[in-house]
């Protein structure tokens, strides 16, 4: 179950209430400081996550990380349009149709005409790409144990709370 976004009371709200600097003075100037800078961290963590998330599924199933988000992403919203997954998943659309292309060529994924817009199109898993889905999510799934090894369980809830509140920021952007 997902928790609902929850906003903290006014006078705690970043970046005012913050308690670690974003940056640190080099020769007088401030610089970005690494260890406080939060989009460093998440682009560190998405670089590293998606390199190796990549690797190994193109080289255990012949689809890369984009293609998993996707393919995951129908499993549990079946005839969905790339600009659907684009907006919900904050993907880049052009990104999302490659990767639609690519699961049908490779015989894991249909797409059908949207009635009164033939332009746009459904797409959904076949049950060839419903399994590869199921072999992929287990994998996934253990990739995410091992990343969150040794979270405190309540640490990780605020973690993902927080996240979900940046979430909603960047979609304001």
């Known amino acids: 179950m997902t928790e609902p976004v929850r906003k903290p009371a006014e006078d705690a709200l970043c970046p005012e209430g913050r308690l670690s600097d974003p940056t640190r003075p080099v020769d007088g100037r401030p610089v970005v400081n690494e260890d406080t800078y939060v989009p460093h961290f998440l ?103 091992d990343l969150i090894a040794g979270v405190d369980p309540e640490d990780l809830e605020v973690f993902l709370r927080v996240m979900r509140i940046m979430r909603e920021n960047v979609r304001a952007f």
């Not at 790339?82 to 797409?111: F, H, N, P, W, Y």
């Not at 059908?112 to 332009?119: L, N, S, V």
């Open 43 to 145: 682009s560190a963590v998405n670089a590293a996550l998606t390199s190796s998330a990549s690797a190994l599924y193109l080289k255990e199933f012949g689809i890369g990380v984009t293609e998993w988000r996707v393919m995951s992403w129908l499993a549990s919203t079946p005839g969905t349009s790339a600009a659907r997954i684009s907006e919900l998943q904050l993907m880049d659309k052009a990104a999302v149709s490659r990767a639609l292309k690519q699961l049908e060529a490779q015989g894991l994924a249909t797409a059908e005409p949207t009635p009164g817009d033939g332009r746009k199109r459904k797409v959904a898993l076949n049950q060839r790409g419903l399994e590869m889905h199921d072999n992929i999510l287990q994998v996934a799934l253990k990739r995410e144990r």
